[in-house]
């Protein structure tokens, strides 16, 4: 019960850092987008 708890608490630290890769990634993406559209509609006007 002690182990699996550990290898729970391991894996879901890994999942976490995983998702939180991920996330970070699509966010800087969508950051990076949203600014470029931003210039456009900025240079645009």
Do not use: A, K, W
């Amino acid at each position: 019960m002690f182990g699996s708890y550990l290898v729970g608490r391991e894996l879901n630290m890994f999942g976490s850092h995983l998702v939180g890769r991920e996330l970070n990634m699509f966010g800087s993406h969508l950051v990076e987008r949203g600014f470029i559209t931003l210039q456009l509609i900025e240079g645009g006007i």
